[in-house]
Nanobody, 124 residues
């Protein structure tokens, strides 16, 4: 089992930066794939970025490519999302999620474990 807790959200002006953290606990954490998703009010959950821990590969969605970076600290069992050049359209609740399924990518239905989310609000 995996437990996930997000933190680091807040209010920031457009063009600013935030770093989100996802602290994980549980067995076999380092062998899992971890991803960030976000969801704005009235909108579907949207893929942001993924890190394949077993293979060390990462991928960002087109919406955040070049601005956001997913990374991990395996010693601390923590995943980060560095968010630069923030835009108002980035406003959402951000969730981290973990799966043991290979090839899950950005498909939320493939992820079994989810955090509670952290609010990111970007003002104009």
């Amino acid at each position: 089992q995996v437990q996930l807790v997000e933190s680091g959200g807040g209010l920031v002006q457009a063009g600013g930066s935030l770093r989100l953290s996802c602290a994980a606990s549980g067995r076999t954490f380092r062998s899992y794939t971890v991803a960030w998703f976000r969801q704005a009010p009235g909108k579907e959950r949207e893929f942001v970025a993924v890190s394949t821990w077993s293979g060390g590969r990462t991928y960002n969605s087109d919406a955040v490519k070049g601005r956001f970076t997913i990374s991990r600290d395996n010693v601390k069992n923590t995943v980060y999302l560095q968010m630069n050049s923030l835009k108002p359209e980035d406003t959402a609740v951000y969730y981290c999620a973990v799966t043991y399924v290979d090839g899950a990518g950005g498909r939320p239905e493939k992820y079994q474990y989810w955090g509670q989310g952290t609010q990111v609000t970007v003002s104009s």
